[in-house]
Structure formats: structure tokens, C-alpha cells
């Protein structure tokens, strides 16, 4: 699997973890608004990166694994 597709399959895991516990996005703290001011913008917090980088390396190390 390439990492494009490692990436997309991991942020499509991430946007559903959050879904189904169902996590107020902006107020989980998993994202936040970007401070230029754009509509509806938003941008991974610290806490929204480990989630992600962790679903991310578990799609890797199974790949490698097979």
C-alpha cells in the first residue's frame, strides 16, 4: 500500500473514531479553528495528531506485517 492511500485510510479511521463517540469536534479538542480568520477552516491540535499519527502507524506496522 502506498503512504497516499496509508494517509487517506488512516484520516477516514480518525474522522469516524470521532464520530461514532460522538466528539463535538472543536470542543473534543482534537481540532481547532485556524487563527487567519478563514470560515470554517480547521486544523489537528496536538491531540488530534497523536490520535491520528497513532491510527496511522497501526495501518504501517500491519502493512509490513503481511
Not at 484520516?11 to 485556524?34: A, H, P, Q, R, T
Not at 480568520?37 to 496511522?56: A, D, F, M, P, V
Request: hydrophobic residues 35%.
Amino acid at each position: 500500500m502506498q503512504i497516499e492511500n496509508i494517509a487517506e485510510l488512516a484520516e477516514e479511521i480518525y474522522w469516524l473514531v470521532l464520530k461514532e463517540f460522538n466528539k463535538d469536534y472543536i470542543d473534543s479538542g482534537y481540532i481547532e479553528f485556524e487563527d487567519d480568520g478563514s470560515l470554517g477552516i480547521t486544523q489537528n491540535t496536538e491531540k488530534g495528531q497523536k490520535l491520528y499519527l497513532s491510527i496511522e502507524g497501526i495501518i504501517e506496522q500491519y502493512m509490513e506485517d503481511l
